[in-house]
C-alpha cells in the first residue's frame, strides 16, 4: 500500500468529540512509537496516525547491520507485511514535523502543511552525539543510527578498494557493530576509545579487559586512552584523515564513524512549550508538562530516573514497553511505567553478552556491592555476579558466551534470592543449546573456592551440569 504524503492531513475537529474517535498522532515509526499504536489499536477505535521522515514502514533497527553485512535484505528488517498498516487502520504519513504548535493541537509538516491532533506521543528517537570536532559535518563522516545512515556506508565503504581505511570514533555498542560490518568487507579498522579498556563505564574491569583482547584478536586496530582531535579534508572538502589529540598522529582514512553515543532528537522542539532537559520531561505516566502531549523511547527523560535506572533510557526493550505503558493510559487506564528489573543483551563479535539485574563496573559500584568473577581459561567465555556483601542478597549477572534464561533471573530477582541460591541452581537458568558444553561445575567450584564455602549442585540440575 503507497500512501500519499498528505494523504491525511486533515483536521479532525468537525468530528464527534467521542472518546474512540480522537485523534492520535504518534511522531516516531521506531519501536516505541509503533509498540504504542499497535496497543492503542489492541483497546480502543481511536484514529492513530504514524509520522516519520524516515522511512515508509517500521524496521527493526537493531537489524541494520546485517543488511550491509549481507546475512539478510532490507525488507527482511521489517516485521510486518505492508498491508498490516492499511488492515489494522494505523495511517502513515512520510514527512517530517518541523514545528509543534502545543496551543493549537497542530504539527507543521515539511515547512508548510498542517495536521491536527487530539493526543500526541512524542517517539522521535535519538540522533548521533557529536562534540564539536573539526571536519565532523565533512562528506565520509557519518553515524549508524538511520536508515539513511545505512545507505550512506554503502556509498561511503562498499567495499575495500574504496575504503582503504575506517576510522570509528567511540566505544559503546553502536561502535562495535560498525567494526564488524567494515570488516566483514575486509576494510582495515582504526578504533579510537577514550577509556582505558573497552566500555569499562559499564562493564567491570575482567569483562572490559576480555572484551578488549577479542576485538584486538579480529584485527581491529584498537588505540585505548584515544581522542579525536580534528578531521582533515582533502583538496574537494571530503574526509581524508583524522588527527589523534594525544600524539598528534595522523591516521589516513576514508570513512569517519562517529560512534560516540547518542543523545534524544528533540531539537524541532526547542520553542514548542514542552519541557525539556537533555530529553523531553516526563512524569512516571509518561506525560509531558503540556496535557495530552507524552514522551516515550529514546527521547523521553524521567525528572528522576527508576531506581538505578538513568533518567533516558535509549534500549529497545524500555521503548517497547513504554510504548505499551501510554497506550493503557491514552485509552482510559492511566498507568505508571513500571519497566521491573533491569536487562539488556548486545553482541561483541561474536560473544553474546547478556545482563540481568545490576553489575555495576569498577568507578560505579556501590559500596555494599561485592562480585564473583569466573573466566573460562582459554574460551572468551566469563560471568560476574554481584551480590550484598553483608545480607548475600542476589543483585544481578553478566554472562559473556552463556545463554541464560530472562524469565529465571527475573524471577530470583523478585524473590530476593541470596547468591547461594543461585550459584546452587544456575543450570537451571542455562539457555544454551543442548550439544553445547556447559560450565556450571568450573564456575560452582571458583565460586566456593573464592569465598570459602561449599555448595553443591541441587540433584534436580546435576543432569544440565555433567552433560
Not at 176 to 203: C, Q, Y
Not at 431 to 446: G, N, Q, S, T, V
Request: with cysteine.
Amino acid at each position: 500500500m503507497v500512501y500519499d504524503k498528505f494523504l491525511y492531513l486533515v483536521t479532525t475537529h468537525s468530528l464527534t468529540k467521542n472518546c474512540e474517535m480522537d485523534t492520535i498522532v504518534i511522531i516516531g515509526n521506531g519501536i516505541a512509537g509503533v509498540s504504542a499504536a499497535r496497543h492503542i489499536r489492541k483497546l480502543s477505535d481511536k484514529r492513530i496516525i504514524i509520522v516519520s521522515a524516515e522511512t515508509d514502514y517500521f524496521f527493526s533497527r537493531t537489524a541494520l547491520m546485517y543488511v550491509y553485512m549481507g546475512h539478510m535484505k532490507f525488507e527482511h528488517t521489517q516485521p510486518y507485511e505492508n498491508w498490516f498498516w492499511k488492515k489494522n487502520r494505523i495511517e502513515l504519513v512520510k514527512a517530517y514535523v518541523s514545528k509543534v504548535d502545543t496551543s493549537k493541537k497542530e504539527l507543521i509538516l515539511d515547512g508548510s502543511e498542517i495536521l491536527a491532533y487530539d493526543k500526541l506521543i512524542l517517539a522521535t528517537g535519538s540522533k548521533p552525539n557529536k562534540f564539536g570536532w573539526p571536519g565532523q559535518d565533512l562528506p565520509g563522516v557519518q553515524g549508524l543510527y538511520s536508515k539513511q545512515d545505512l545507505d550512506l556506508m554503502e556509498i561511503n565503504a562498499p567495499n575495500k578498494n574504496v575504503c582503504k581505511r575506517a576510522v570509528i570514533v567511540g566505544g559503546g555498542l553502536i561502535g562495535i557493530e560498525m567494526a564488524e560490518m567494515l570488516r566483514t568487507r575486509d576494510i582495515p579498522v582504526t578504533f579510537l576509545v577514550r577509556e582505558k579498556s573497552f566500555w569499562n563505564g559499564v562493564l567491570p574491569d575482567g569483562e572490559s579487559a576480555m572484551i578488549s583482547e577479542h576485538i584486538l584478536d579480529h584485527h581491529i586496530d584498537l588505540r585505548l586512552g584515544t581522542n579525536l582531535k580534528a578531521i582533515v579534508p582533502d583538496e574537494n572538502g571530503r574526509a581524508k584523515s583524522i588527527i589523534v589529540e594525544e600524539t598528534g598522529e595522523e591516521i589516513a582514512c576514508d570513512l569517519v564513524g562517529l560512534t560516540a553515543g547518542v543523545s534524544p532528537n528533540i531539537d524541532f522542539l526547542k520553542d514548542s512549550g514542552i519541557e525539556l532537559g537533555r530529553g523531553i520531561k516526563v512524569n512516571r505516566y509518561l506525560e509531558t508538562n503540556i496535557p495530552d502531549i507524552y514522551a516515550i523511547g529514546d527521547c523521553a527523560e524521567q525528572h528522576e530516573g527508576i531506581g538505578n535506572r538513568r533518567p533516558i533510557e535509549a534500549v529497545w526493550y524500555t521503548g517497547r514497553m513504554m510504548g505499551e505503558t501510554v497506550a493503557q493510559t491514552i485509552c482510559g487506564n492511566r498507568i505508571q511505567y513500571k519497566p521491573g528489573h533491569w536487562f539488556n543483551s548486545a553482541k561483541f563479535l561474536d560473544i553474546e553478552y547478556q545482563t540481568y539485574g545490576w553489575v555495576f563496573s569498577k568507578r560505579g559500584r556501590k559500596d555494599y556491592e561485592a562480585h564473583f568473577h569466573w573466566r573460562h581459561p582459554s574460551e572468551n567465555i566469563c560471568i560476574t555476579v554481584a551480590f550484598h556483601k553483608e545480607s548475600e542478597q542476589f543483585l544481578g549477572i553478566n554472562t559473556f558466551g552463556i545463554r541464560m534464561r530472562h524469565e529465571v533471573f527475573d524471577r530470583w530477582l523478585t524473590e530476593e534470592r541470596n547468591v547461594d541460591h543461585i550459584m546452587e541452581h544456575l543450570a537451571d537458568a542455562n539457555f544454551d543449546p543442548e550439544f553445547y558444553r556447559h560450565h556450571e561445575k568450573d564456575i560452582l567450584a571458583k565460586y566456593n573456592l573464592d569465598n570459602g564455602k561449599s555448595i553443591r549442585p541441587k540433584k534436580k540440575s546435576l543432569k544440565r551440569i555433567f552433560v
